[in-house]
Structures are given as structure tokens and as C-alpha cells.
């Protein structure tokens, strides 16, 4: 089957990536997004987030016709979506977005056509959105009742790429391609053949949902170790990047780093999709959130501790984005840290973010010159590029609290 259009819906850190990227093999993509300024920023030819060398891309696929932006969906031969699945009271996954971009699409669909869910989704959504496309289109036959014989193809595709690296790893990595029938499957490997270098693995819609749930939920249960560890050597007077470094020599041992928590729409978000379905069974998996989403709390308290020195400190808090040298600001622990100290009134609070510009009012932002200069304790939240280079005779008088182990 030929996909000569394709139409992403979200054009968030993935969807947009994924439309640049068939763009340049010389698609005709349309992007859609419910954010006005998301869509007339990328018909300029600019970019709305930040991920390296994705401006060229885009820019050059905006130039030469092959990507633009609408806010209302159109005719395509394949539908990505790739909208936010977060979650709701309980850690109870939220599915409203996947709905409303079924049924926003669900008119413009012909027989045919392949819609394949990105979004990382709880076991189950794939079918659960193939039910709502029908919903809107019973005149068209889905994989659910008609099976092989389908009018329309349906395909769960989790996305599996590092920030900071999406357009390389779009390309290299393996993807997991789980169709609702064979013929399901079938149309998506040769959608994402189009750029995919790596292997497309075929299974079913629910194991390549359980699949991107387990990777993130292995990392998390790995990232909570490291911060139980962290804790544990403050109280011993351990430095704990030194032990996980001599830990690490081990040849089967492979601990990861500690930091202020765990972010991102992904690791902080994906472990509760499987505590939702099964809380029985979940309990390692459950263990690992909690002690991650304690730690900024943990964090929170030592500089607590600290400021008693002071009357009136000046508190410099180093980062806002979830990890290093990115713009996103998703379940970031450093946020939620940095709310919370100017909440308790403490001291005040100096917040630097290097890589956020435009459109944050939630707080003022400094220049990292400036918060040198004035801060009394200096917490290090996030181990950007440009916190990595400061001079170390200027902190000499200065209280660290070092997340993320720069300053070891």
C-alpha cells in the first residue's frame, strides 16, 4: 500500500519530529494541533519546541511543500496520533485526548486508510479508540468486527526515543509495530518503513502497549533504586556517585543515577497505567513511584536544613526541565521543587532555565550570571550544559546542594 499523505495529529516533542521526518523522505504531511500558535509557528517554518537540529528539518520541509500545519484535521492515507495520555485523580489514566482526536479525525476517513495510536496508552486503548472511530463512521468496517477484511487499518506504535536525540533515534531504533489483525500490522511497518532503519517487531496492539509500558516502568524501578541509595548514603556520609561508579565495575551490574525525582511524560506517568489495571499484582512497580515521587520532597527538606544558617536566604535553584539541556517542563521534579520553595517562604527564590524563553509567567526566570552572584545556597536541579561549565572559585562561598552530582 502506497502512503503518499500522512496526517500527524499532535505536534508536541513527538508528533512534530515524526511529521518532519516524513516530510523529508518527500511526503506530503499535515499536522494537526489544537494549539493556534503551535500551528502558525510551524507554517513559518520555526519551531515551537526545542530539540536539536529539528529547526533545519522542519524549516526545509515547510520550504519545499511537504509539511504544513492546520488545526482541523484532513483527508490522508495514514493517521499518527500522538497526543498527551496523562493521568487524572488516583493515577488513573486519562484518555481524553486519544478520544478527542478519534473523533476528530473519524469524519475525513475513507476506506483503506491506516491510524495507527503513538501516544503511549494503557493496555487496551488501541481498541478502545478503533470503538470510538466506529462510533463516528458506521457506514466504515474496523479490525474489531470485521477483522482482515477491514475498511480501516488500526495499530498501536509506541514511540521509544531519548529527548535531545529524538531525530536520530526516530531513524535508528526498533519499533514495535502491534496491529489489531495481520493485515493491521502489515500496513504500518511499510508506513514507518519509510524512514525506520531499525526493525520493525510485529505483535499484537496490547503487547506493544504493555511493551512501552515495561521499558519505562524497568528504568523507574532502576531510577528509584538509585534515589533509596542516594538518601541512604546522605545519612551515611557516602558519596553516592562515587559508590554507583565503583558499583558499576561489577560486569552485571548497571545502576543508574539519582536526581531530584523522576520526570517526563513517560517514566513519571507510564508505571501508573499498569498500578491502575492490576494494584495487586503492581506492588514492586508501585513501590518505585512512591519513593520517586518522594524524593523531591526529600530535596525539599534539605535546603530546608540548610537556610536555618541564614535570615533572609537567597535560594538559587539551578534547572527546571525534567533532564539536561531540554525545553520540557513535564512532571519535572525541579518544578514541582521550585514551587514549593517559594511556597513555604523560606527565602527568596532565584529560578534559572536556560532553555525556556518565551510564554513562562508562572514565576520570574534569572540570568545564570545573576544567580551566581546573589544566591546564598545554590541547588543544582538539572545538569544542563551550561551549569556544568560554571567556575568553581565562585561557589567557593556559596551552600551546594547538588542533585544531580555536577559538583562531586
Request: with cysteine; hydrophobic share 40%.
Amino acid at each position: 500500500m502506497q502512503f503518499e499523505t500522512i496526517s500527524v495529529i499532535g505536534l508536541g516533542y513527538i508528533g512534530l519530529p515524526t511529521a518532519a521526518v516524513f516530510a523529508s523522505r518527500k511526503k506530503k504531511v499535515i499536522g494537526v494541533d489544537v494549539n493556534q500558535h503551535a500551528v502558525d509557528t510551524i507554517n513559518q517554518g520555526r519551531i515551537h519546541i526545542i530539540e536539536p537540529d529539528l529547526d533545519m528539518v522542519v524549516q526545509a520541509a515547510v520550504s519545499q511543500g511537504y509539511l504544513r500545519a492546520t488545526s482541523t484535521p484532513e483527508s490522508a492515507d495514514a493517521f499518527l496520533i500522538a497526543v498527551p495520555t496523562p493521568f487524572k485523580d488516583g493515577h488513573h489514566p486519562d484518555l481524553s485526548y486519544i478520544e478527542a482526536a478519534s473523533k476528530a479525525i473519524a469524519p475525513v476517513l475513507k476506506k483503506g486508510d491506516l491510524v495507527i495510536l503513538e501516544s503511549t496508552s494503557p493496555v487496551g486503548a488501541t481498541e478502545q479508540m478503533a470503538d470510538w472511530l466506529a462510533e463516528v463512521r458506521p457506514d466504515l468496517t474496523f479490525p474489531q468486527t470485521h477483522g482482515e477484511q477491514s475498511d480501516i487499518r488500526v495499530a498501536h506504535c509506541p514511540e521509544r526515543v531519548l529527548p535531545g536525540h529524538v531525530l536520530r533515534e526516530l531513524v535508528q531504533n526498533d519499533r514495535v509495530i502491534g496491529g489489531m489483525s495481520s493485515k493491521c500490522s502489515q500496513a504500518a511497518v511499510g508506513l514507518y518503513k519509510t524512514f525506520v532503519q531499525g526493525e520493525c517487531i510485529i505483535t499484537n496492539a496490547r503487547t506493544a502497549e504493555m511493551c512501552k509500558l515495561t521499558e519505562n516502568s524497568f528504568r523507574d524501578v532502576n531510577i528509584a533504586f538509585a534515589n533509596e541509595l542516594s538518601m541512604i548514603c546522605d545519612k551515611q556520609g557516602i558519596n553516592v556517585w562515587e559508590l554507583i561508579s565503583l558499583a558499576n565495575r561489577h560486569p552485571r551490574v548497571n545502576i543508574l543515577q539519582p536526581g531530584p525525582g523522576v520526570g517526563g511524560h513517560c517514566i513519571a506517568v507510564d508505571p501508573w497505567f499498569i498500578v491502575a489495571a492490576t494494584p495487586a499484582e503492581a506492588r514492586l512497580i508501585r513501590t518505585a513511584r512512591e519513593v520517586n515521587d518522594a524524593k523531591p520532597h526529600w530535596v525539599l527538606n534539605k535546603v530546608k536544613v540548610k537556610s536555618g544558617r541564614f535570615n533572609d536566604p537567597v535560594i538559587g535553584c539551578l534547572g527546571l526541565a525534567f533532564k539536561a539541556n531540554i525545553d520540557d517542563l513535564r512532571e519535572s521534579p525541579a518544578m514541582e521543587i521550585v514551587r514549593d520553595l517559594i511556597k513555604s517562604g523560606i527565602g527568596r527564590v532565584m529560578a534559572c532555565e536556560p532553555n525556556v524563553h518565551d510564554n513562562f509567567e508562572e514565576f520570574p526566570l534569572y540570568d545564570l550570571n545573576e544567580v551566581l552572584r546573589e544566591a546564598d545556597i545554590l541547588l543544582m536541579l538539572v545538569d544542563h550544559e551550561e551549569f556544568k561549565g560554571i567556575d568553581r572559585e565562585s561557589l567557593k562561598e556559596k551552600v551546594l546542594i547538588d542533585t544531580r552530582g555536577v559538583w562531586r
